[in-house]
DNA sequence: TTAGATATGTTGCTTAATGAACATTTTAAA
DNA sequence: TTTAAAATGTTCATTAAGCAACATATCTAA
């Protein structure tokens, strides 16, 4: 993709981000958010319709990154625990903007999208699980799931600054138990 | 000024900047800093000749927000102290870059523009002092400078990890001494 | 309710930046 | 010293982004 069109759209997802953190969605204008992104009015429309399709692309971004840095470091040995810590220190420094958008009033569309991402993200650690039984291996897979998805909105909403890393420490003796 | 312009020779700027400080600047390429400043290689043609020239208006860059800081809170009252902090939370920001370019081997060229924009920014400082005498406002204009400009050296040479704050409370009682 | 301001889409034209290519020149290693 | 790799400086056609202007539309306060 050309330099310019990564550049422009990152600035309007960042500024975007920012904004959305300081004021309500529907307080937002086009022209707010294009000045804060320290580009054109009209460049605005050669990448987004109107301000709806700007969230929604901004949040699947978000969530895109959210699953690289779960799937990441997969490929490296014994990383599984890093990948997460990844994930967590990830949504740690962006965790206004997703306290937002689980709580404000639209946020089924965010919500929704972010499971079938944890999903995904959760799913490929679970595989590495030697579970036989495929429906105790999806009960693992639902139960990790939810215990993740409950836990991380549980920590970005109550929002009591525990460090990432005490996070992932407890979260992996969870999953980690043998049963 | 274009934004896109505006933009290219920022990027090219904090590229240059950040690489200065890992890199002598004998080793520095045209294309790893356009690599590093996320622009077409021959962007950089568009507003530079050579690294030198980069180089140079770089440090006129950077030297002209050190001056703008030094005057930007003139306007207000019983600002001068708190001008002088945001100087010099400013050169903190970037001591690695200052420190590079005051102890390099080719750095006449930055002492002697450094200098020329701190006479600037403690003059104006001096005048609000009410010395008749314009030999000894002179006097107290060049020793002021040769204070200010060895204290900043030793602190970014040294880096002793000072805080910006303490600096200022120190050199604002040196100067304002009674006498 | 109305008037003034602010936001929205859209346009035409201009320009900076892009990517790819090219012939040199410089650098570094065999 | 030779040779391959990397860096330079430049060209070209293409395109994204810029700015200004415009007619509507929406909001807000008198």
Redo the contacts between chains.
Sequence with gaps: MD?RVK?SRQALFDAFTKLMVEHPFQKLSIAMVTKEA???RGTFYLHFKDKFELREQCIDMHLTQLMTSCAGGIKEEFTSKKAMLTTFDYLNDNAAFYKVMLTGEDNTFFRKRMEEILKVGLSDFIESKTIKDPIDKEIMIQATISAGAGLIEWWLTTKTDLEPSYLVERFWGIINVER
């Design positions: 330099r550049k320290d580009v054109n």
